[in-house]
């Protein structure tokens, strides 16, 4: 196997389930997938469908950052997963929002149902190099 690093940050949230929040293997680093977590108390953030986005996409740049990188700037694909895909077009407001200039490669996918029972959740690859 190639050589690996996990990452681990307490600015994203941490669980005891058997995953890393990110694994750097040379230049690219896998995060996991995110709900709309706070770090600081393992709650659900309160709030619409865009406050939701906002703090996945935290969570994310979180990990990215911890792993060297410069946050969303670095992420080049992202996964998204609604509940509802009447959320989609204000989840892409608010992920627009947070991408300057050329967003990443992305998928978007109406799930059964996420671990909390939250409505969105992400997970990306960023690349370090």
Known sequence: ??????IITDDAPRNDNPYSQGVRA?????VSGYGPVDPETGDDVDGDIRAQTGRVLDN???????????????????????TNLDDYDAVNEAYGARFAGDPPARVCVEVSRLPGDVRV?????????
Do not use: F, Q, W
């Open 1 to 6: 196997m190639s050589d690996t690093d996990r």
């Open 26 to 30: 040379g230049d690219t680093l896998y």
């Open 60 to 82: 994310i740049a979180a990990v990215v950052s911890e792993a060297g990188g410069d946050g969303l700037d670095d992420v080049v694909k992202v996964t998204v997963y609604l």
């Open 121 to 129: 959740e992400m997970d990306a690859v960023a690349y370090l190099g």
